[in-house]
């Protein structure tokens, strides 16, 4: 296998136990095996891959799939979706808030990502930004509100750091930034997206407020957040996605290619 496409075809049904031509052209992306499970009982589907590092299910042309956590396998999965060449890719993860206005369950719709990861500088020199694609933002931003909810709106930092909470340093380096919201994979997903020309898109749930010491995240806190957000977020996902497949209100006037 010397050339990329070999090289995808082959490993994106090594990673998730499903072939290539069985994803959906439009694909919902999470960190979170109960999203999947979610997902599927919603759709009515089976989850494949349980024994392999993504687990993902699929129904009609939407998928979903666990790639794990971080920026490295944010990468690794914009790469091998390459093989399936999507329409949209919308990324369904959790965030730290960092303003003072931020409460936990709410939404944020990225308008930008700072790459503070140090992995999309693989694919683009420092200089060129993170964006999402724009007509996949419009839909959620449009389902956000057809579910009667609200949103946010900023820029998201991304990190490679999983354990930072304790520095004042880099807690107050976020502050200067002007920042939303923090997570580990938003940056990366925008950035290696671009490089394989797949639009990209995020909705982020707050789910912790880590700048305070009572706000960082515990297994308790995280659940209480699944339990109340979660399935809200992943229907506002399906639907985002069904409105950019059917060509809805809100991308008619626009080509998304």
């Known amino acids: 296998m010397e050339d990329k496409q070999s090289i995808v075809n082959n490993w ?22 109960n999203y999947v499970e979610k997902f599927a009982s919603v759709m009515g589907v089976e989850v494949r891959g349980r024994d392999k590092a993504m687990r993902n299910a699929t129904c009609d042309d939407i998928s979903m799939i666990n790639f794990g956590m971080g920026s490295a396998n944010a990468a ?21 808030g960092l303003k003072r206005k931020n409460e936990l369950g709410d939404l944020i719709l990225p308008i930008a990502a700072i790459r503070g990861e140090g992995t999309s500088a693989d694919y683009f020199p420092p200089e060129v930004p993170s964006l999402p694609a724009f007509t996949l933002q419009r839909a959620v931003s449009s ?19 999983r354990v930072w909470e304790h520095d004042r340093a880099f807690k107050k380096y976020l502050r200067r930034t002007r920042c939303m919201a923090i997570d580990m994979e938003t940056a990366t997903i925008f950035t290696v997206g671009f490089a394989n020309s797949i639009p990209a898109g995020a909705l982020l749930l707050v789910s912790d407020q880590p700048m305070v010491p ?20 992943i229907a506002i996902g399906i639907d985002s996605l069904k409105e950019i497949a059917n060509e809805g209100r809100s991308v008619k006037h626009l080509r998304f290619d």
Not at 17 to 33: C, Q
């Open 143 to 161: 389902t956000v509100r057809d579910h009667d909810k609200d949103y946010w709106t900023g820029t998201v930092y991304t990190t490679n750091r």
């Open 214 to 233: 009572d706000g960082v995240k515990t297994d308790a806190s995280d659940r209480v957040i699944t339990e109340q957000y979660v399935d809200s977020q």
């Open 12 to 33: 994106l049904p090594r990673y998730t136990g499903t072939a290539v031509e069985d994803f959906g052209k439009y694909i919902l992306l999470t960190n979170f095996d």
């Open 76 to 96: 690794t999965i914009m790469d091998l979706l390459s093989a399936v060449k999507p329409r949209g890719v919308l990324f369904l993860g959790k965030c730290g």
